[in-house]
């Protein structure tokens, strides 16, 4: 069985996936790109462009993961 995030969103080609652990939570941001041959493929360097997307995937990543650890006080 695999496991499966808590949570997953996307803003442009950064994807940020939350993962619950037993009593924290973390996040991993990849960003999406075609190789040469047209294939999907993901990776966690990031382009100049790119940087703006991941502080809204981080920000957005923090109030979801803070409504989760106040929704369970």
Same mark, same amino acid.
């Given at each position: 069985? $695999?496991?499966?995030?808590?949570?997953?969103?996307?803003?442009?080609?950064?994807?940020?996936?939350?993962?619950?652990?037993?009593s924290?939570? #973390?996040v991993?941001? $990849?960003? #999406?790109?075609?190789?040469?041959?047209?294939?999907?493929?993901? $990776? !966690?360097?990031?382009?100049? !462009?790119?940087?703006?997307?991941? #502080?809204?995937?981080?920000?957005?990543?923090?109030?979801?993961?803070?409504?989760? $650890?106040?929704?369970?006080?």
């Amino acid at each position: 069985m $695999t496991n499966q995030p808590a949570f997953k969103f996307r803003l442009g080609l950064v994807t940020a996936t939350i993962w619950k652990n037993d009593s924290f939570y #973390s996040v991993d941001f $990849t960003r #999406s790109y075609k190789d040469s041959d047209g294939n999907w493929k993901s $990776t !966690a360097s990031y382009a100049h !462009a790119d940087l703006l997307n991941i #502080s809204k995937c981080a920000e957005r990543a923090e109030n979801w993961i803070a409504r989760q $650890t106040n929704d369970n006080q």
